[in-house]
């Protein structure tokens, strides 16, 4: 897990370029290592954190023959691959995944990436051809970032790498736009700095310096990838926990210390008992076996605090964690930074989870295995529940999504009618919705192609929906949030349920394998039951790792941002709405009308001031 810097021009500029990589020190404090061609056509640059192969041969940018390599992430399958490699005669020189990235590129070309299983971000520049190859792993887990113009081309892990060689700095015509659609930007190449585009995930591209154009290619589309399940749910269940079993020990690989981050619920506990699991019952060449390392952030007082759960489970597996205390006072001190490093605007702070990573760095520890990407692919939230109406009109599997929903939101699916009663609604009307869906096909003919050969016809309603979240909306816009949280520490994040091959499987399942027996995620707590507390596969409960807004601005926050929106900055910024930010505060802090949803939209209100301050004034 580094950071990667490139420019292809004529003659750039290497003492700029070099203070440019320095702006990634934070991703790659280990090192650094910047390579130039003989013509002074193009600079490559890398910021080491070591990993895997901690000696000098661990050390980028590798030039083997006519290429030369940058690489940001890991190949957790790389033992794997150098084995297939060595058959076919390639020797090797180190014991890095880097190696084994740029002999299987040498050996397979773009054929290589369906090989890989891992998260990356990674160029390879060929010296006979002057052609770049730029690719980003399947999901978007690594970011890219690239500019051009007429004499550069660019790219990098941050923009804040690229913005010295642009002629003029300034945030995106399309600004406003993606302050209100915060959740969706991140899937689209928009960026809010003019100029600067984010490379597609599951692409490759190649940028060709004589005619200063990129093609990019999709090598990778989950539809394209879905997979045959067993059809009995028990046989489902097996073969989900043995891919899972095997996405975490391969993400084990490491020459240094892991952690977790914690909370106490399925995900992350199905994780790190997975890991500990595989400690005591499977072998494997790199799996370290120093993985002991819980870190738990707790909100003393708030309804986010998971911290009896956490102890659930850490008492279950014997181990010791550590529990964080968020300290919000100190945090707000430190904002500017957060968001120079963070880059980009969130609905809610990058505190609690920054402070998470922040502890991990303090004591040693470079990977957190992380238990991301379940939510969205299997519901987690019940977000889609409902869709799952149009995929049945069984009175059974009615009840089953009622009470599901009920389970999860008691409070929100309320009636005065009976049960039977409402389901007997609930079937009429989507039997009805259904009707009016095959008559409107039946008057627009181009409906039809749609619908029978689209992604509905191959998923299902209720997981074209989870799709849209997990590759369009929710969990693009986390997995950037997440990286930038970990990296400003030099923390990389390992995530074993978004393994390939377990995303394929689960956009495969129907969803009568993720919502069953009033729960949602079945099939994972089916898989993972026998290694974790009873009370933790079984917890119902979903409480998502925010920030504590209301609580804070009301309280330790309350005078920071006060001062804030009543600053002459403030007042003058295009970036702010005074009067809109006034009204808020004064119903937060004045009134007890104020909710947690208030808190988010006031953050809001406010979050583009600081980033134009913190971020866009300074890089």
């Not at 702010?576 to 953050?603: C, E, H, M, V």
């Amino acid at each position: 897990m580094c950071g990667i810097l490139g420019v292809v021009g004529d003659k750039p500029d290497e003492n700029l370029f070099k203070t440019a990589l320095s702006r990634l020190e934070h991703r790659g404090p280990d090192g650094f290592g910047i390579w130039r061609d003989a013509e002074n056509r193009i600079i490559i640059g890398h910021r080491r954190l070591s990993i895997i192969d901690l000696s000098e041969g661990g050390k980028q940018p590798i030039e083997i023959g006519n290429y030369v390599l940058t690489f940001n992430g890991e190949i957790y399958n790389y033992i794997e691959l150098r084995k297939i490699l060595q058959a076919k005669g390639h020797r090797f020189t180190t014991e890095s995944d880097a190696e084994v990235l740029l002999k299987s590129f040498i050996e397979w070309k773009e054929k290589c990436l369906g090989r890989f299983n891992g998260m990356w971000s990674f160029v390879i520049y060929n010296k006979s051809t002057g052609e770049v190859f730029l690719s980003r792993d399947r999901f978007g887990k690594k970011p890219l970032f690239y500019f051009q113009n007429k004499d550069l081309f660019v790219f990098a892990s941050e923009m804040k790498a690229i913005t010295p060689f642009m002629d003029r700095v300034e945030a995106s015509p399309d600004f406003q736009w993606m302050i209100k659609n915060y959740s969706l930007y991140e899937a689209t190449d928009k960026c809010l700095i003019n100029g600067i585009k984010r490379f597609p995930a599951g692409h490759y591209g190649i940028y060709n310096s004589q005619k200063h154009k990129i093609t990019f290619h999709k090598y990778w589309d989950t539809l394209e990838n879905l997979v045959s399940v067993p059809k009995r749910y028990e046989d489902q269940v097996e073969q989900y926990r043995d891919l899972f079993i095997d996405a975490c020990k391969i993400r084990m690989r490491s020459d240094v210390s892991i952690g977790t981050a914690l909370s106490g619920g399925l995900d992350s506990s199905g994780v790190i008992c997975t890991m500990a699991h595989i400690g005591k019952n499977v072998i494997d060449e790199k799996a370290t076996q120093d993985w002991q390392h819980a870190y738990v952030a707790c909100f003393p007082g708030s309804f986010l605090d998971e911290r009896m759960y956490a102890e659930k489970v850490v008492s279950h597996l014997g181990i010791n964690a550590t529990y964080l205390s968020i300290n919000p006072e100190a945090g707000i001190e430190r904002l500017n930074d957060y968001f120079y490093y963070f880059e980009e605007i969130y609905d809610t702070s990058p505190i609690p989870m920054s402070n998470v990573y922040q502890a991990m760095a303090h004591n040693g520890i470079k990977v957190s295995i992380d238990g991301h990407g379940v939510d969205e692919s299997f519901s987690g939230y019940g977000k889609s529940l409902f869709e799952a109406f149009l995929d049945t009109c069984r009175p059974k599997e009615i009840k089953e999504i009622i009470n599901t929903y009920r389970e999860l939101h008691p409070v929100e699916l309320t009636t005065s009618d009976s049960s039977s009663d409402l389901i007997m609604y609930l079937e009429y009307m989507f039997k009805r919705r259904k009707t009016v869906l095959r008559n409107l096909i039946k008057k627009i003919p181009v409906l039809t192609s749609l619908i029978q050969n689209g992604p509905i016809e191959k998923l299902g309603n209720f997981n074209y929906n989870l799709f849209l979240l997990f590759h369009q909306s929710v969990l693009p816009t986390l997995l950037r949030n997440y990286d930038r949280y970990s990296m400003m520490h030099g923390v990389e994040i390992r995530m074993p349920f978004m393994d390939h091959r377990l995303i394929s499987m689960a956009f495969s399942l129907p969803w009568q394998s993720k919502i069953r027996n009033g729960y949602t995620k079945s099939i994972i707590r089916d898989a993972l039951k026998d290694f974790m507390p009873a009370e933790i596969a079984w917890r119902k409960q979903k409480i998502g790792f925010q920030t504590p807004v209301l609580e804070y601005i009301r309280g330790p926050w309350k005078n920071f941002f006060s001062d804030t929106i009543h600053s002459d900055g403030f007042r003058n910024s295009s970036f702010s709405d005074p009067a809109a930010s006034s009204i808020l505060f004064k119903k937060i802090t004045q009134t007890d009308k104020a909710n947690y949803f208030d808190g988010r939209k006031f953050w809001m209100e406010v979050v583009p001031y600081l980033w134009e301050q913190a971020f866009l004034k300074k890089i």
